[in-house]
């Protein structure tokens, strides 16, 4: 024993003088237990305020849910009307449900055909055993049914045996125990099936090559997961880089060459079932084009024709006229600018010396236009106008990226596709795939077209989706295309099932600063739940026009932040800017309302200038001054940390040794072995911040325990708290011998004891049962009194659900009135683009056979005009040939005569002699 308590009092000394010192001395001193682990990371600043200003937010998010306490599931709307199960929201209590849901069924089950489906819910509460539970079905159109044939509830489990398509819809549990009631998230029940029917398939279909784009219909056959759509061509899979499929399984072919004749077909897959089917074939023939081309467009077009080139493409257009008379043509560019020499610049517009013919080369945007040639002759001095439209076309290509979206039920949000092209663009929206035909309640959209400086058309189309609930969660996709090109932008909407208000509230700083000289950014950032508005009031014009926005989430919060450039500034403008900002949110028909002056500070960062460094010596007891001088605009802040941990340090009476003085300098009136260690000054003015470390030296004493062996200290703490526990375990045994042998000694005592022990014992379970039947009592009281507010509760509630439902049905023949009216209206619309298409078509195919006349017209005028060409030169042939004959024979007469002449002339002379 007494080797034992002397190795205890070695060992118990210095752990008691070392915590005392160090731990209780100094330690404690510092508030903050973290920097003993990690000294160097228990102050964050950040040059660059946009990062302070996110990990603050961070952990500012943290700490308000940890305080509150989230409590996880989903809020179904009865829940939220009767209040049985609220958040905690502004300081309110958190109210959690007597009866809750342990056990729910998946959001989502796929199931086979003719395979038995089982669901599952669990619920608990102080009056367990007498849990009921129930199911709720409600089909593909959200409308509530009984439960189908074949489906079995068994106590909480329902069961599907044998899937078909009568068991597709939604099923919800309920667990009710008399007096409370709770239901489960829905789960959506699918049948995974596939026909290999197609809805539509493709058709053969002849082009000229040099055809901008044909499309090629397909819609896969239904089926569960929905069919992918691939294509084939020539039974091979398709590869082709100007080829794109649509959602619905159709197929773009840009910019149609000879090489995309051959067999087309489109090929759906259901993976789940690893089915395909393959659609009937479909041949898609390229023939040559009827004129001249160039980089696979029109060169030279007639009448009443739209020409489609590309930038940098050349193009010829004729002025198709004729006559006995040779006509004096004149060419205008639109309506009034005729084309003369001062727009034909560079040479790219050129007249041939006819005037029938108009080039242009190297094309630019600015071309796109009509042009017109005034054709005029002797001949009744007519005029006859020719027209050309002439589209320069351009990519179609998106002017802003569609970004992802977190919002919480009854939420508002805005999906915005703009698109540059030229010619403008068709814009088509898609959900999960379904193209959305018809603008229901809370869904609409609406598509503005303006022309751009550089000639170009900027097609912007604006999804609004108002009071969005849990079913508004997709893929949501914008298609723009025209003539001659498609692309497709897309973005997720995550709508949140968490109906949670968070009041709106500044999450940017109110200073911004810029360095002299230089170009800022001005920021407002609102965060809230549901998204805020925010805005800047009265900015100017010059402010306005540069003014961005961008949207985010925090949690189940939704940021939104408005910005724009200003500068550059000077040292003579700062605090001359100050711009309000105020931000808005909405709840429960209140408008909760915040504003912010954003300062706009010109200066200089700050830079270290002097100082005592890099080493400090003192003397333990004695004081010492350490200096830290900064320069900067505004003029920096010095803060001092020792071993991380900031300075001063207060004991209990609120007082400390360390004193930072009006210069920044630190005053340390009596030096210990915890400031034997390294200091930190730091030099910060919104611009940025400097630090410099300098070692103080502390003479007659060792480096703090606390800053520079804080592990060691524990470890020793540890161990000697097992040998006090040894101590007095040993103590008590001891005491407990000692106790049991004076009991030996002493039986009449003992007896005495236990009869007094007896009869406390008695005393105390009297007390205990009267107490109980108090609180028997005070128990039965209560639950009548809440059998009593339960059927008030449930009085209360049945009324409200009568209202309920007699909102709901006002609402659904609302609904149905309203999606009639925009029924009638689509098929109207329908009617009249069927009108328009067929008298568009019907004019084309009389403009066709006018051009067929006029060419067999024309083609006879030439072959009549040929063969009389052709006769009138047989005659001239015949003509000549009868002259030459008629000379040659001439001339054999005169020849003959000749002859006969000299012979007698011969003869005479003969005779003569």
């Known amino acids: 024993m007494m080797l034992i308590t002397i190795i205890s009092s070695l060992l118990i000394l210095p752990c008691l003088t070392t915590s005392s010192h160090y731990l209780l001395g100094d330690v404690l001193e510092t508030t903050h237990l973290l920097p003993l682990l990690n000294p160097r990371r228990s102050i964050e600043i950040h040059a660059n305020p946009k990062e302070g200003r996110a990990m603050e937010l961070r952990k500012e998010v943290r700490r308000r849910r940890e305080e509150r306490g989230v409590l996880d599931g989903s809020l179904d709307r009865?829940?939220?009307?009767?209040?049985?199960w609220r958040r905690e929201t502004g300081g309110e209590d958190k109210v959690i449900p007597s009866l809750q849901m342990t056990e729910e069924p998946p959001h989502t089950l796929d199931v086979m055909g003719g395979e038995t489906a089982t669901l599952t819910c669990r619920a608990t509460s102080a009056n367990t055993e007498n849990i009921g539970y129930s199911w709720e079905y409600e089909d593909e159109d959200r409308e509530v049914q009984n439960l189908s044939e074949g489906v079995t509830v068994v106590e909480n489990e329902l069961v599907i045996a044998e899937m078909n398509f009568d068991h597709v819809g939604w099923y919800q549990c309920s667990a009710s125990d008399g007096s409370n009631r709770a239901l489960s998230r829905k789960t959506k029940v699918n049948l995974i099936h596939f026909s290999d029917n197609f809805v539509e398939e493709p058709t053969s279909t002849t082009?000229?090559?040099?055809?901008?784009?044909?499309?090629?219909?397909?819609?896969?056959?239904?089926?569960?997961p929905p069919a992918e759509v691939t294509w084939i061509k020539d039974f091979a899979p398709l590869e082709d880089a100007n080829a794109l499929t649509t959602p619905t399984g159709s197929l773009y072919i840009h910019h149609v060459t000879a090489s995309n004749t051959g067999i087309y077909a489109c090929v759906a897959t259901n993976y789940a079932l690893s089915l395909q089917a393959t659609s009937r074939n479909a041949a898609l023939t390229v023939t040559e084009p009827a004129i001249e081309t160039q980089n696979h467009l029109p060169k030279e077009m007639w009448n009443n024709a739209q020409v489609f080139i590309r930038e940098g493409d050349t193009v010829t257009i004729t002025c198709g006229v004729y006559g006995e008379d040779e006509p004096d043509i004149v060419w205008y560019k639109g309506v009034d600018q005729k084309i003369t020499d001062n727009l034909v610049t560079f040479n790219r517009i050129t007249i041939s010396p006819d005037n029938f013919k108009l080039t242009i080369t190297n094309a630019e945007l600015s071309d796109t236009a009509p042009y017109f040639c005034i054709a005029s002759n002797s001949v009744g001095n007519d005029e006859l106008p020719i027209s050309t439209l002439l589209w320069v076309v351009s990519d179609v290509r998106f002017s802003l990226t569609m970004t992802d979206k977190s919002v919480v039920r009854e939420d508002h949000f805005e999906l915005v596709c703009e698109v540059t092209s030229n010619p403008p663009v068709q814009m088509e929206w898609y959900a999960d795939g379904q193209k959305l035909i018809t603008q229901r309640n809370h869904v609409s959209w609406d598509t503005g077209i303006v022309k751009t400086a550089e000639g170009e058309f900027?097609?912007?189309?604006?999804?609004?989706?108002?009071?969005?609930?849990?079913?508004d969660t997709g893929l949501y996709q914008c298609f723009a295309y025209n003539d001659h090109q498609t692309a497709m932008q897309s973005a997720s909407v995550f709508v949140s099932p968490v109906l949670q208000f968070e009041e709106v509230h500044f999450t940017s700083l109110a200073t911004m600063y810029v360095q002299d000289g230089s170009s800022g950014e001005v920021r407002c950032e609102a965060q809230g739940s549901p998204m805020p508005r925010v805005w800047f009031e009265?900015?100017?014009?010059?402010?306005?026009?540069?003014?961005?926005?961008?949207?985010?989430?925090?949690?189940?919060?939704?940021?939104?932040?408005?910005?724009?450039?200003?500068?550059?500034?000077n040292l003579d403008e700062s605090g001359q800017h100050t711009f309000t900002c105020t931000a808005t949110n909405t709840h429960a028909g209140i408008v909760y309302t915040k504003t912010q002056a954003v300062k706009v500070v010109v200066g200089y960062p700050a830079a270290w200038v002097n100082g005592t460094w890099?080493?400090?010596?003192?003397?333990?007891?004695?004081?010492?001054?350490l200096f830290c001088e900064f320069s900067g605009i505004p003029q920096p802040t010095v803060t001092w940390l020792r071993n991380g941990v900031r300075l001063p340090i207060v004991d209990d009476n609120g007082n400390s040794y360390h004193v930072i003085?009006?210069?920044?300098?630190?005053?340390?009136?009596?030096?210990?072995?915890?400031?034997?260690?390294?200091?930190?000054?730091?030099?910060?003015?919104?611009?940025?911040?400097?630090e410099?470390?300098?070692?103080?030296?502390?003479?007659?004493?060792?480096?703090?325990?606390?800053?520079?062996?804080?592990?060691?200290?524990?470890?020793?703490?540890?161990?000697?708290?097992?040998?006090?526990?040894?101590?007095?375990?040993?103590?008590?045994?001891?005491?407990?011998?000692?106790?049991?042998?004076?009991?030996?000694?002493?039986?009449?005592?003992?007896e005495h004891i236990y009869a007094n022990e007896k009869a406390l014992?008695?005393?105390?379970?009297?007390k205990k049962r009267k107490e109980e039947e108090a609180a028997r009592r005070a128990a039965e009281e209560e639950r009548l009194r809440r059998e009593a507010e339960e059927a008030e509760r449930l009085r209360l509630e049945a009324e409200e659900e009568a209202e309920r439902l007699r909102l709901e049905a006002e609402e659904e023949a609302e609904r149905l009135r309203l999606e009639a009216e925009a029924e009638a209206e689509r098929l109207r619309l329908e009617a009249e683009e069927k009108a328009r298409l067929q008298a568009e078509e019907e004019a084309r195919l009389e403009a066709e056979l006018l051009a067929q006349r006029e060419a067999e017209e024309k083609a006879r005028l030439e072959a009549e005009e040929k063969a009389r060409l052709e006769a009138e030169e047989k005659a001239r042939l015949e003509a000549e040939e009868k002259a030459r004959l008629e000379e040659e024979e001439k001339a054999r007469l005169e020849a003959e005569e000749k002859a006969r002449l000299e012979a007698e002339e011969k003869a005479r002379l003969e005779a003569e002699e």
Do not use: W
């Not at 708290?721 to 030996?744: N, P």
């Open 692 to 750: 410099k470390e300098i070692q103080v030296i502390v003479a007659g004493g060792t480096m703090s325990v606390a800053a520079t062996s804080g592990l060691s200290v524990g470890i020793i703490l540890f161990f000697c708290l097992i040998l006090l526990a040894l101590i007095l375990l040993y103590r008590h045994k001891r005491r407990k011998k000692k106790v049991d042998v004076a009991i030996t000694a002493n039986g009449t005592g003992m």
């Open 614 to 625: 890099p080493v400090v010596e003192t003397t333990k007891g004695e004081s010492a001054v």
């Open 458 to 471: 900027a097609t912007t189309s604006t999804l609004r989706v108002e009071n969005s609930n849990v079913e």
């Open 207 to 224: 082009v000229p090559d040099g055809t901008l784009i044909v499309t090629l219909t397909c819609e896969a056959p239904p089926s569960y």
């Open 538 to 569: 009265g900015l100017s014009a010059q402010y306005a026009s540069q003014l961005e926005t961008s949207e985010g989430t925090v949690g189940l919060s939704s940021t939104k932040e408005i910005s724009f450039p200003i500068g550059p500034l």
């Open 661 to 690: 003085q009006s210069d920044g300098a630190l005053l340390i009136k009596s030096a210990k072995n915890a400031d034997h260690t390294m200091f930190t000054c730091i030099g910060t003015n919104g611009f940025n911040f400097v």
């Open 78 to 84: 009865e829940e939220e009307r009767t209040g049985r």
């Open 761 to 766: 014992k008695k005393e105390l379970e009297e």
